[in-house]
């Protein structure tokens, strides 16, 4: 089965010397849901993951299929479910690096300071709105990346708001900057959008002051001047509730290792 992260892999490994399919990878490594290999069933908020001392130092295995991990196992074995983030961030705490699908297509050894950069990549979010703008136009060309980069943390971002528009705003004093504006936003959701923008920026090697971001009511006039030249991007509506989650499904709080 072809999942997103061999994709990106195979992307990166046809160029290499291609910024922008790099920090894809890392992107959808971030994002992606990992099962990490365990000595044991999880412990509450700790995590007991079996590490395998290599000649470039030690590593936690980590697939991005249930099937993956028991293949490589020989059978069922005991697994946590994290995201990409969170993994990284415990991983660098720790000093371990990652053995991320081994025999299977996206087979890859990550250092330790691949981990620790990884989980540095805590995104600027971008600049609000200040100022309305006096004309707005189609965005144009956009960097490589940047729209699955933003289709990837919004597709994820389920019930947060009804729709997002990328646009080029032009202000009063001439200035011009990208806009996405996001309209139906639910009560409170705004910092996490934002910051979902901002990762979307960090991943495609831009920075946060390239965009603007805005939220509208869907009855203001901008929105309605947004609707005739903006890119329109709409977010999947909020889903039944979920289970309690795993540890590390929170990537702001990874779980311990014990």
């Known amino acids: 089965m072809d999942t997103p992260l061999d994709r990106a892999h195979a992307a990166m490994e046809a160029a290499p010397e291609d910024e922008a399919r790099r920090r894809a ?6 994002l992606s849901e990992l099962h990490v290999l365990l000595d044991e069933e999880p412990a509450g908020d700790s995590l007991s993951p079996r590490v395998f001392p290599l000649a470039e130092g030690p ?8 099937e993956r991990l028991a293949a490589f196992a020989g ?6 479910a994290l995201s990409g983030r969170a993994l990284a961030r415990m991983l660098a705490q720790e000093g371990l690096g990652l053995g991320l699908n081994l025999d299977s297509p996206s087979a890859i050894l990550l250092p330790a ?14 600049r609000a709105m200040t100022e309305r703008p006096v004309a707005l136009h189609p965005p144009g060309a956009l960097p490589e990346g ?12 389920g019930g947060r708001a009804r729709a997002a528009w990328l646009a080029e705003a032009e202000y009063a004093d001439g200035s011009r900057a990208a806009l996405l ?17 901002g990762e979307a920026l ?12 805005a939220f509208l009511p869907e009855d203001e006039r901008l929105a309605d001047r947004l609707g005739a030249v903006a890119l329109r991007i709409d977010l999947p509506q909020a889903a039944a509730a979920a289970p309690p989650a795993a540890p590390g499904a929170d990537p702001d709080r990874p779980p311990r290792l014990r």
């Open 25 to 30: 990878f890392y992107d959808r490594l971030a």
């Open 59 to 66: 590593v936690v295995l980590a697939f991005d299929l249930e």
């Open 75 to 80: 059978g069922p074995a005991p697994y946590a």
């Open 113 to 126: 300071g691949t981990m620790t950069w990884l989980a540095a990549q805590a995104a600027e979010p971008p």
């Open 146 to 157: 940047l729209l699955a980069a933003l289709d990837a943390r919004l597709s994820a971002a």
């Open 181 to 197: 504006a996001f309209t139906g936003t639910a009560p409170g959701a705004e910092g996490a959008l934002a910051q979902a923008a």
């Open 202 to 213: 960090t991943f495609s090697g831009l920075e946060a002051g390239w965009l603007d971001v």
